[in-house]
């Protein structure tokens, strides 16, 4: 279904299996809702680039590549869905302002494989990467992440700004995420864009462990650009001007020798009720 300079749209309660591409793909799409949707295989489940007002409620996905994707979006609310990818569960490739994921079940492997690499592996639950597709200039802010429960993805979330990115407030709370296969969370920037403010609240997340004693005096003298995973398990943090941690616990399954978190450029941190 493919839709541009659309308004006032509502999609309820059918399905679309094995859509040849994107089973839905938007261009400047305003005021609209997915609802009780039911999407299996193809590529992208819910595409779209650019929209205003939009709710994506109720729906199940399995798909082969991301289950919803695209950007540019001023408020967006994810809500009560099950998102199950060979790919991210959720990814945004353009800054949006506005945006809640909330009450979702995100988990992994794929039951259906990517199209061309037939991999079922899940990368990202919650992937924000602006630029992450070509040039997306612009500010991302107001991102609510909330009552969201992760399982057998590379990584519960992932936030990376480009250098032509800013980011204000991001609030994830009340994330409980088990199987966590390799990557901390994190929120940084490899160049110099800032986030001004992350806040954790209520979240408890376990990751697999890395047992190589050798992993951390591997990161010695080598560029972020060289990293497979991060110099540490749990969580990390860079270029962010306040890092605000509020009763988070973060769990290790089988051995790891790297520390739990690392904040790097990181103008404050506040922990209360951190756990490791």
Partial sequence: ILMAGCSNMRFDGFS??????????????????????????????????????????RCEMHTGDDAIAGGYWQNMLINKCVLNSSCNGVRMIMPSVGLEISDCDIYGPGKCEHITSHRTRSEAAINLEPGGWGKAPGRMDRIVIKHNRVREVLTPLCVTLSDDNTCGRIVVEDMVARGITRMAMSVKSWGNAPTDKVVMRRCDLEFDGIDDPNLPAWFEGRSTSEWPVFPCWGMYFRNVGLVDINNVTLRLKGADYRVPYMCHNVGEIKKRKLKY
Wanted: hydrophobic share 40%.
């Fill in 16 to 57: 679309v299996k094995h859509s040849a591409n994107y089973a839905f793909l938007g261009y400047k799409v305003d005021k609209s809702v997915f609802s009780n949707l039911h999407i299996e295989g193809g590529w992208d489940g819910i595409h779209i680039r650019g929209g205003r007002d939009l709710k994506i409620v």
